[in-house]
């Protein structure tokens, strides 16, 4: 019994080891097996190798560069109602078209502020008459000063010529008086001398009153002299008195010329904000400034219309900047025509840089740490919302649906959020953008900045460390198996 027992487990046991070696799994796939998990686990380090382009990321959006180009608000220019809208959203229009009519809560105003202007004109002309009266005045007072200074410098003039004649005189007074003095002297001390009288009584007695004669022929010329000079004197006096008077009057004329010409000023002025006003007042069409869609409208035209006040936004309007194109004029404008527009072609492309500037832009920002690295004239790679893409960060030459862009400005100071502004410009060595068609402004965009080409294992090093990427790295040394890798020329 035990034999036949023990027999039957050993059948067993060879059943039981045959089934295991049948399930066992070929050789080969063990080997697969083995080679496949050896590549997982060398994977890591053979990737510390691989090449990675360094980047700075940024998002934002797409803009107008030009300011002039970017959405503007259509604002009301009166305080008025809206009477009737002649432009629905969406629809686009050309500079100098209407875009909505608005009437004035007083429908007399502009009467009665022609009526206000007809009287500051009123006020004008009598004060620019007033100025000219003034200035006339003047005139005539100059010229009367002219007259009035030429005569008495004529009197001035005679009486220093009678004050030369009188001098003239008192100087042959007093040749007379000094001749007869002695002579007198000689005819007295003659009939007085000791030997006898040697002339008579009588010559005494003329040359005594030749002497009396010349004395007072030489106080009448002293007299004559002092009059003459009073006369000088006064008629000094009466040209510094006319000069001074009528220079004072002068004076006071060009004082009330300037107050009359203040007052000309200041009616001008009024005249002036009146015009404004009235101008105002008038401008009760608004118009497009520029060629673009309208994208919104702001104020509703309800019955008896919605009161808005100057300055208040009506419309948002977002001008084309591009030029004048098969596409643009085939618009989404439910007023447009329905014909498809046709292919776009490299001309229209060619119009994102056309002229000294672009037409269009990217606006990133980028974190303050990495803004020292981010310099104008960098390459940019850059994905558009909307727009189909595959994007590898570290290896640009792969993605799929990037396009190419260059660091056009980089702004001086951060936001309020401490981030920094860039705007990429399109690279013309790059694949054009999308037309205005697919990238129009406000698509949200993001960007990466390219720097330089290093190894992932120095990549991966950096960013557990924290360490920002560098701008300049030396080429690596032959055991420096982590450096960067050189960027060769052509790649």
């Known amino acids: 019994m035990n034999v036949l027992t023990h027999s039957r487990t050993l059948k067993d046991a060879r059943v039981a080891l045959s089934a295991l070696q049948l399930a066992q799994a070929p050789r080969i796939t063990r080997i697969i097996s083995r080679v496949v998990l050896l590549g997982l686990a060398a994977l890591p380090f053979a990737l510390l190798l691989v090449p990675w382009t360094q980047t700075v990321h940024g998002i934002g959006r797409v803009i107008a560069f030009n300011p002039v180009y970017r959405p503007q608000y259509l604002v009301s220019p009166i305080e008025g109602r809206i009477k009737k809208w002649y432009v629905v959203e969406g629809e686009r229009v050309k500079a100098g078209q209407l875009v909505v009519e608005m009437v004035d809560n007083d429908p007399n105003l502009v009467e009665r502020l022609l009526t206000e202007e007809q009287a500051i004109l009123d006020r004008l002309r009598a004060a620019e008459a007033r100025v000219q009266d003034i200035e006339a005045r003047i005139r005539n007072l100059e010229n009367s000063r002219q007259l009035a200074l030429s005569v008495q410098q004529s009197i001035l003039r005679q009486e220093e010529a009678r004050v030369y004649e009188a001098e003239q005189a008192k100087l042959e007074a007093q040749a007379a008086w000094e001749a007869a003095k002695p002579q007198y002297e000689r005819q007295k001390a003659l009939f007085e001398s000791k030997q006898g009288s040697l002339v008579s009584e009588r010559d005494v007695e003329l040359a005594r009153q030749a002497l009396q004669t010349a004395e007072a022929k030489l106080r009448q010329a002293e007299a004559r002299v002092n009059l003459a000079k009073a006369a000088q004197k006064a008629a000094m006096d009466t040209l510094e008195k006319i000069d001074a008077d009528t220079a004072a009057m002068i004076n006071l004329e060009r004082a009330s010329l300037r107050s009359a010409e203040a007052e000309v000023a200041s009616i001008r002025r009024d005249k002036a904000q009146i015009e404004v006003r009235i101008a105002r007042q008038r401008a009760q069409y608004v118009t497009a400034p520029v060629d673009g869609i309208i994208f919104r409208l702001l104020a509703n035209a309800e019955q008896g219309g919605i009161l808005v006040k100057p300055g208040e936004r ?42 000294d500037y672009p037409a269009i832009v990217a606006e990133l920002l980028i974190d303050g740490n990495d803004m020292p690295l981010v310099h104008v004239g960098d390459k940019v790679r850059l994905q558009f919302e909307g727009w189909p893409a595959v994007q590898f960060v570290g290896w640009p030459s792969v993605a799929v649906g990037t396009f190419g862009g260059r660091v056009y400005l980089v702004d001086p100071t951060a936001d309020e959020t401490g981030l920094f502004r860039i705007l990429v410009e399109p690279d013309p060595d790059e694949m054009p953008w999308p037309d205005n068609r697919y990238l129009r402004q406000g698509v949200r965009a993001q960007g990466w900045v390219l720097l330089n080409r290093v190894s992932l294992g120095w990549e991966v090093w950096r960013r557990l460390n924290g360490f920002p990427p560098s701008r300049f790295l030396k080429e690596p040394k032959g055991n420096q198996w982590l450096g960067p890798v050189p960027l060769k020329v052509g790649k």
């Open 314 to 355: 009506l419309a948002v309007l977002v001008p084309d900047i591009y030029p004048e194109s098969p596409n643009n004029r085939s618009s989404e404008s439910p007023r447009a025509s329905s014909q498809e527009p046709g292919p776009t072609t490299n001309d229209d492309l060619s119009d994102l840089t056309e002229g």
